[in-house]
Nanobody, 125 residues
């Protein structure tokens, strides 16, 4: 069992930066690849980024590539999402999740077994 708690969201102007954190509890945290997703009002949940259990492999949605960086600190049981050059269209609730694996692509939310409650990110123009 893995429990996830996100933090670091807030209100920022366009062009600004935020760093989200996802703190995990549970001794098996290091066994999971981890992902970040976001959901804006009236829209479906959207894949943002994923990092392998070792931290050696990362994937990003095209919309955030070059602006966002996912990382993890296994010793601290924490996954991060550094968000730079933020745009108003990045406004959403951001959630982290633990990837249980499967045959679908890594951006499919159905792969993810455990979810945090989410943290709001609002980017003003």
């Amino acid at each position: 069992q893995v429990q996830l708690v996100e933090s670091g969201g807030g209100l920022v102007q366009a062009g600004g930066s935020l760093r989200l954190s996802c703190a995990a509890s549970g001794r098996t945290f290091s066994n999971y690849a981890m992902g970040w997703f976001r959901q804006a009002p009236g829209k479906e949940r959207e894949f943002v980024a994923r990092i392998s259990w070792s931290g050696g492999t990362t994937y990003y949605a095209d919309s955030v590539k070059g602006r966002f960086t996912i990382s993890r600190d296994i010793a601290k049981n924490t996954v991060y999402l550094q968000m730079n050059s933020l745009k108003p269209e990045d406004t959403a609730v951001y959630s982290c999740a633990a990837d249980k694996g499967g045959s679908t692509w890594y951006g499919d939310p159905r792969r993810y077994a455990y979810w945090g409650q989410g943290t709001q990110v609002t980017v003003s123009s």
